[in-house]
């Protein structure tokens, strides 16, 4: 032995690893649980009761425990000393096979500004346990695959909190003489911690009523506060709309007698599935048409509709441990966004979540912080709600459904939760239903649930006699922790085009399972044109260097709605990704301008599109995407050549802007879908005249302004003014603040317009309004509206003096001691480093290490800079 061996290692230099392969199952159950909550804003008592089996011999009762300190414990009725704590966990040793536990804590709601456990929003009390918060309440063993069965009785002054809730029914209430009252609420379904929930505050209800297939009569009610039940129709419509979907769809009915929604204006994320009582960010419940806009409108069905869904694929099918969190996030994703495809416009539905995926998910799983959609390891949970486990899991069981077919999909599912209904289960469990349900051999396939890293597909095209070889070569990037990787099933859904009569003969599947495989089709007397990736039916990156003009062919011709808006996209890539890599001669840069400005024409002009999906097909691939084809990257040039080709577009095509935008403007507000896609196309033409006739465009902004009478043309509108100087810039802005100066919604649009804006001042101006008196640290909402557009703004993020970067890590460092969580999700931007040029990769990396130096880091912004400085 040497000094070395025994020297004592500081724990913070440590951090805690927690392993997939390391679940064991629990020690203890607990079937059943009473709670009994006194609730007060500022110390609010917590008394729980466990009725705990033993599932191993020896084995004493371990609780998990954090930030709480036992008040009084005691066993069978009877005081108890054989406990002890451990780090932050209660270890209680117990004799026998079955006690009951009966726990006092105490709780200060008003001091979590972590927003999460109980803590006070406003003057409600309210709770968040996903992932691990329900050990802040109380002592318990706080893992998803313990379930038990919750008795509730809540207990609060009546006048400051007039309504008591919590999961499951209301099964009694009354009033106490000294001026509180109580709820007893009973929840019949076990459920784990993470999905319990109670509010108590000053609400009122918007009240409907759905009867479920059988014949169940369900209460649903929405919560808010006075004043703001007028907004909550759009909600109500689609929880509706989604009870009936999951019926008809995936055959799934509600199983209480009540579903509440409560919203609440200070939230770590969107929303919250708990059991019978799901919790919202305001954002995603309220809206009308003066305040919200078109994009919220669909956030609020999606995310309505994704809480409920989860009634059944989380809920009553839950998850052993949390490395299966892709098994509910992945498939309730999937599931919302099949239906909202399914109650809107299904190809403009589909670009927008692959938009999303490239955007978030792809720049995830290139750099640092990769992972699996089921991760091996983890620090700190929270940091594994991320693109890759939500929306690569909805894309991973999407292909499931494209190489199953809809029908067989369905069995599949149907299995599943027969399978597991009442059972925390496993992404293996589902993989395995599908397989069996759906009669499909997924063995290969699971290696989606492991790898890392998008796929990349090199496709080779040859023609020769009337016979065409398409030879198509995988890679798997390398990843932290996975430097190899083993060929996927790709589904690769593909037609090839006669240039001459613009068909197909109908679209393959080709399956890829090799590192490379040759596909041959016959009788094509010419060369075809290749679309391929339809409908985006595998998420990978596809390498083929297409000719310009087959890309604006299959943009005219190409029978795909997505395909069209691909090979779009892709003539903009290519073009976009020359031009900033300095190959383009000054004839190749007028081609290809030429044959770009000759597809947005014939979108402009082609009467077979609706407005909807004209407002995507013109929206140029955003810089993060173009980043991602560029490595390392110089943003500022990226930016520069974007901007520079929206202005030619903006020039070459201003009579067609003009006119759309004088077409559009005569369009009444309604929600149906023109009227919505002409607002969609009413805003772009702007985006496009903007940096070609800044004048013009200031002129039509404003007045898009003053006539608006609804969000989506106010918002579009103020949009194209914060970008451009001038006094039409200060008043709208000015108006704006004043007009909502009482809904924090829409302040917080006003925030993130300017922080996102394309003025060349916006890392000035976003410094200006962290000072502004309605800018708050402890409101993630607002937090989020400044930062996180400003993060996403890359040109003031990657100003070349590393400002915005310095501005990003003083945020981190403030906003760490109030909200570690949400402080985290700012660490990713910073951890792109290695995919930035030289100079300012330098000066973000000084930034991580100046966040690294620092000692009581949250285990959150710990586990994201360490693992982005890389080992
Ligand atoms: N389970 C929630 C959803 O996807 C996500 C969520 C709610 C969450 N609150 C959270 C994630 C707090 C992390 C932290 O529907
Ligand atoms: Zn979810």
Request: proline share 6%; net charge negative; with cysteine.
């Amino acid at each position: 032995m040497n000094d070395m061996s025994s020297a004592p290692v500081a724990s913070t230099d440590q951090p805690h690893v927690v392993r997939r392969l390391d679940y064991q199952s629990p020690d203890w159950l607990v079937p059943t649980i009473d709670l009994d909550f006194a609730l007060s804003i500022d110390s609010t008592r917590v008394r729980s009761t466990l009725h705990v089996t033993r599932q191993r011999a020896g084995a004493p009762l371990r609780l998990n425990g954090d930030g709480i300190a036992v008040a009084t414990l005691l066993v069978d009725g009877q005081a108890h000393n054989a406990w002890e704590m451990d780090g932050n966990d209660l270890v209680v040793s117990l004799s026998g096979d079955a006690h009951v536990v009966t726990i006092d804590t105490v709780v200060n709601p008003v001091a979590n500004t972590q927003l999460s456990g109980l803590y006070a929003s406003g003057g409600l009390l309210c709770t968040q346990c996903e992932a691990e918060g329900f050990r802040r309440i109380t002592f318990f063993p706080d893992r998803p695959d313990v379930l038990s069965r919750y008795g509730v009785r809540l207990q609060a002054d009546k006048a400051q909190f007039p309504v008591l809730l919590s999961n499951g029914d209301p099964v009694a209430q009354g009033d106490n003489a000294d001026g509180t009252h109580w709820a007893q609420w009973n929840d019949p379904w076990p459920k784990p911690s993470y999905l319990f929930a109670l509010v108590a505050g000053d609400l009122v209800a918007s009240r409907d009523r759905f009867t479920t297939r059988s014949g169940r009569q369900v209460d649903l009610a929405i919560w808010v506060r006075p004043g703001d039940e007028t907004r909550t129709d759009h909600a109500m419509r689609s929880l509706i709309a989604a009870m009936a979907w999951d019926e008809q769809t995936y055959g799934r009915e509600y199983d209480l007698d009540v579903f509440n929604i409560v919203a609440v204006s200070d939230f770590n994320a969107g929303a919250m599935e708990n059991k019978g009582l799901n919790i919202f960010n305001t954002r995603y419940i309220l809206a009308d048409p003066e305040t919200a806009n078109d994009g919220d409108y669909d956030a609020i069905e999606g995310v309505v509709a994704h809480e409920y869904f989860h009634n059944w694929s989380g809920n009553r099918v839950t998850c052993r441990d949390w490395f299966q969190l892709s098994l509910k996030e992945g498939f309730t994703v999937l599931r919302d966004q099949q239906f909202s495809a399914d109650h809107g416009s299904p190809p403009v539905k589909r670009i927008e979540d692959v938009r999303i995926l490239r955007a978030a998910q792809f720049p995830e799983d290139s750099g640092p912080l990769a992972h699996p959609i089921r991760p091996d390891s983890y620090q700190e949970i929270s940091n594994f709600y991320t693109a890759t486990v939500y929306n690569k899991g909805a894309e991973v069981i999407r292909m499931m459904t494209v190489l199953a077919g809809p029908e067989r999909f369905r069995r599949g599912t149907d299995r599943y939760f027969d399978q597991h209904d009442g059972e925390a289960a496993t992404c293996e469990d589902f993989v395995r239903a599908i397989e069996e349900g759906a009669g499909i051999d997924l063995t290969q396939f699971r290696r989606w649930y492991s790898q890392a890293g998008t796929p990349r597909v090199d496709v080779a095209l040859a023609h020769a006699g009337d016979t065409v070889t398409l030879t198509l070569t995988q890679t798997v990037p390398p990843t932290p922790g996975q430097p190899d990787k083993q060929p996927m099933v790709i589904p690769l859904r593909t037609a090839l085009f006669d240039r001459a009569t613009g068909r197909h003969d109908g679209e393959h599947l080709l399956v890829l399972t090799e590192e490379s495989q040759t596909f041959t089709f016959t009788g094509h007397a010419a060369p075809p044109v290749l679309s391929i990736n339809r409908g985006f039916s595998a998420p990978v990156a596809i390498d083929h260097r297409a000719d310009s003009a087959d890309l604006v062919f299959l943009a005219a011709h190409d029978d795909d709605p997505f395909a069209r808006y691909e090979a779009m996209q892709q003539l903009v890539v290519q073009h976009l990704v020359a031009a900033v890599t300095d190959q383009l001669s000054d004839a190749e840069r007028a081609a290809g301008r030429a044959a770009i400005g000759e597809a947005f024409a014939a979108v402009l002009a082609d009467p077979a599109i609706d407005d909807l999906m004209r407002g995507e097909l013109v929206i140029l691939p955003g810089e993060t995407y173009l980043a991602e084809q560029l490595s390392p990257v110089d943003p500022g040039r990226v930016r520069a050549e974007r901007e520079a080709l929206k202005a030619w577009l903006g020039g070459t095509l201003a009579a067609q802007w003009r006119a759309v935008h004088d077409r559009t403007s005569a369009v009444p507000y309604s929600l149906d879908p023109a009227a919505r896609g002409a607002r969609k196309l009413k805003t772009q033409a702007l985006v496009y005249l903007a940096p070609a006739d800044p004048v013009e465009a200031i002129n039509r902004a404003a007045a898009q302004y003053a006539a608006a009478d609804n969000m989506t043309d106010r918002q579009g509108a103020l949009m194209v003014l914060c970008g451009l100087d001038g006094a039409e810039r200060d008043h709208a802005l000015a108006d704006f603040h004043r007009r909502f100066a009482d809904n924090p919604l829409v302040i917080d649009k006003w925030f993130s317009l300017q922080a996102g804006s394309l003025h060349p001042d916006a890392l000035r101006h976003v410094k200006a309004l962290a000072q502004h008196a309605d800018f708050t640290l402890t409101n993630p909402n607002r937090v989020r509206a400044l930062y996180m557009a400003f993060a996403g703004n890359t040109a003031a993020f990657h100003a070349a003096d590393g400002e915005g970067y310095r501005l990003i890590a003083d945020l981190i460092l403030a906003l760490d001691p109030i909200n570690g969580n949400v402080a985290a999700r700012f660490v990713p931007p910073l951890g792109r480093w290695r995919k930035i040029e030289p100079t300012r990769a330098a000066l973000m990396r000084a930034e991580l290490e100046r966040i690294a130096a620092q000692p009581n880091l949250s285990r959150d912004v710990r586990e994201q800079v360490g693992k982005s400085l890389g080992a």
